[in-house]
């Protein structure tokens, strides 16, 4: 049965860090293509960063410098580091697993961002 599950969400202040973990399960991992989408109610889901099967990462523009998408295709994790968080990082983070037509998608896991 194929599973994606997140963890490692919270709340944190703003300028904190949080890392995001995403555990795979009943599929080729490594043939995979791994994304971290958010999304906040009321809006479309956005692409915040992926990593190809190559290692190849892409970044949102608001989350360069600051985010770090990373994988481990011994363990089949995906990990995103998420440094100097905002306000604006505050969203449900998904976990994305895609080969050609082929996507999967974890449950979710809260980022919440606030003093």
């Known amino acids: 049965q194929l599973k994606l599950v997140e963890s490692g969400g919270g709340l944190v202040q703003p300028g904190g860090s949080l890392r995001l973990s995403c555990a795979a399960s009943?599929?080729?991992?490594?043939?995979?293509?791994m994304s971290w989408y958010r999304q906040v109610p009321g809006k479309q889901r956005e692409l915040v960063a992926s990593?190809?099967?190559?290692?190849?990462?892409n970044y949102t523009d608001s989350v360069k410098g600051r985010f770090t998408i990373s994988r481990d295709n011994a363990k089949n994790t995906v990990v995103l580091q998420m440094n100097s968080l905002r306000p604006e990082d505050t969203a449900s983070y998904f976990c994305?697993?895609?080969?050609?037509?082929?996507?999967?998608w974890g449950q979710g896991t809260q980022v919440t961002v606030s003093s």
């Open positions: 994305n697993a895609q080969l050609y037509e082929l996507r999967y």
């Open positions: 009943g599929f080729t991992f490594s043939r995979y293509a």
């Open positions: 990593i190809a099967t190559g290692g190849r990462t």
